[in-house]
């Protein structure tokens, strides 16, 4: 599995990433993943070796952004 690839919102494809890759790039729930081997596309949630991976949501990131902006001005 040297490549893997997201699906975001249903229609957006992005890769190939490693697997550090991939965690680097904060997949969120709802994000769909393939890699050479499966037949369809799986939700991240399910990938196994994410298994651990605490993911984002829209939610966190919202409260994030609006945070920064409060705080920062950003």
Known sequence: MDKIYVLKKGKYMYGPYTLEELKNNHPKLGD??????LKDWIPVEEFEHLATYEFATEHNEKVKKTFFKRIFGL
């Open 32 to 37: 769909k993943i393939w890699y050479e081997g």
